[in-house]
């Protein structure tokens, strides 16, 4: 497996693992059991951010552009902003 298939890899399972994660604090009624997955989250999300950027920089994967001002406008008096 090449690099850039075991990057793409690691994100699709840092994704799900987030996805997982997200639907356990959402089902979770216990407040300290709760605050430890969201803790668990933010750690998944910080090394999904760390990841991304490997995957960036090394040209693996490549942003779509930024938005235009009416694409922006647009989005924001479709949900009524």
């Known amino acids: 497996m090449d690099e850039k298939t075991s990057v793409a890899d690691m994100l699709s399972s840092i994704n799900t693992a987030i996805t997982g994660i997200t639907y356990a604090i959402e089902q979770s009624n216990d407040k300290g059991f ?22 960036k920089d090394k040209g693996f994967y490549v942003p779509a552009a930024p938005a235009g001002e009416a694409d922006v406008a647009g989005v924001k008096q479709a949900i009524g902003q």
């Open 34 to 55: 709760r605050d430890i997955l969201i803790d668990s989250r933010r750690d998944f999300e910080k090394l999904q951010w760390d990841v991304y950027t490997i995957a």
